[in-house]
């Protein structure tokens, strides 16, 4: 059997594309003969575009999905390993919040290129048009999905597209003395309620800092002096890491770049299409779980390929029939976390909340499971973490009402 | 000045395109020089599509909108005022609830042809291409908006189109001697959970009626015999008044019709383009607000128009800004109803809510507003009517609450 994947053949993650190279390992594991369609230009040979990366979590699912076809370690030996936040407040204090238990770590790939991307014209450079047949086109071409615009004919296709009134900028701090300027297996964040910053490292000992704002707050940064002013005022600490002329250049350097957040659904047309990771399901970055979607979607897929004997047209809506719930459900927790961020997300509300979980956790430790963990270290279906989530939500509610009713009473 | 209306020039108000038709009136009242492109036929020559009407509603917004440009009485000459709904039970009997208070009426226009449209291409019919310069270009070309889809390109454009799971299929009730088979000033429903039928009157004395059904009910009734069934179990009393043999007949005519909602924003791309009624924000037929809302974006328009002195560049931004709020929150509600009818209503739901919202309407009369009356009585703006409505269930909730907790005082 012949199966298109598009998007894209490199032998690195170093690109926006994982996606599309797991499923291309997954068909192939199953004898599909696969052939990768990819848009741009080889990323090996390609001038990294500054500014435009998007750092890429790895946690439970995504390893799950990478596993299964032998590669979880080869991608493990090139990321970082991250064991907590670490959250800069005002005055340069710095408090370290664990993901997980002991042992349950994050794992941050290279910073990665993105590009709005056509991807599978079938147009090739020179002009000339080709028509490819295949038994599946499998449209793994990112948020801007060339495949799913051709789902948009389709009768009673469900689709929306939002973007978030946040943009964000990219800055670089060197390393100091050849080593990391800051600890490095933490990621940085600097809260500070409808601004934040973060900081991931890259094996370079450089760190990318992408600062989030509105895009009418960036609209008011016009000159070199305001950047600066800018940075006395909320983050002060990292005017030495990142430099005062860096920061002056390279805020200047792009304009804030959108976030979007795509849902769609069915993932399948006819028999011979579906759409998988971000060009299903692009979300805002604020879950870390983007890219573990998508990778999970490769081995959910592979499951049902599993239990329906590779049937293509039993398989493709029961893809869409499984999976589609679970990504919304990731989706929305990505764009809630991005809401309570905006509202009242500074230094303080950080920590307290972890408190508050922790602390019911250890007392139910069955009955409550902070959210990220079932989020990031297990492969709880999103939809049920969300269902669970609500659930617990009311228990802790109704644990306050009852500690509110004894007190009256006594 | 010069501006572009896209859709359409007929003399009728009997097509899909009212929006375009008033806001052509608007436009040149204000001495704009008006050029209207309709991509269909000219509707008084085409041919009726049978079973792909939508009747529609003119409530009070609709109203205003015609009056300021003189076109009420007209359209209201041509309409069928209604008075209230009428219930028709399992059983067959049928009790009526009005709409409002005395005087408070609805108006029915003639049934309008529907067609997915592709307005406004610059390409004539015979092929030839041509480039038109205008100083606005307002899209009302509807739900499948050509003109909305080159506002995709936009950066930071939101949309979303959702289908519902029903789709809707379309009968006629003959006259009976020359006269309506019904009382024609009623708006008929027979509620059945997730089914629902409704019937309106039209000037040549006959109904139509629509059967919203979800799609995996509408594919079981596979033969004539299974429709008769389908019909004896759930709507016996409209079996002589349609016709066993019609009902045959008509049932498989078309397949059963998708219904979809469409959001977005901005409203408008630069200074030169604006998005107006269902183009912007095509909704579900279950508030009978399409028509309304879309004409009354024509007359917050202008608002707007006599506010900013028809100075395009500020006039578009402060309609988006003003509008898309109004509009989202009516689409919203629409689909509210749309929900609450298919899990949970029949003919018993349907008197009781009445009942309950007429009470608490009687004994506080200006705290209780019925939902629907603020709706389709005022013009009270979308947005405020539904948070004032949150409120109001708010106070219901704790009235009942209060009330539990006097008797359990007692």
Redesign the interface.
Known sequence: TNAKICKPLTDSFNSFSQVGNLNACYFAKRGFQVEVFESREDIRQAKIVKGRSINLVLSHRGRQALKHVGMEDTIISKGIPMHSRMIHALNGTQSPIPYGKKGQVILLLHSAETTETGAMTFVRAEGAKEEIQADLIVGCDGAFSAIRKQFLRQ?????????IPHGYLEFTIPPINGEFAMKPNNLHIWPRNTFMMIALPNLDKTFTCTLFMPFEEFEKVTTGDKVIEFFQKYFPDAIPLIGAEALKRDFFRLPAQ?MVSVKCSPYHFGDKCVLMGDAAHAMVPFYGQGMNAGFEDCLVFNEIMDQLNEDFSAVLPEYTRVRVPDDQAIADLAMYNYVEMREHVNSKWFLFRKNVDNFLHIIMPRTIIPLYTMVTFTRTRYHKVVKHWHWQDKVRKDIVHVHSTLFKGL
Chains 1, 2 share one sequence.
């Open positions: 009768s009673r296709f469900n689709y929306s597209q939002t973007y959108a």
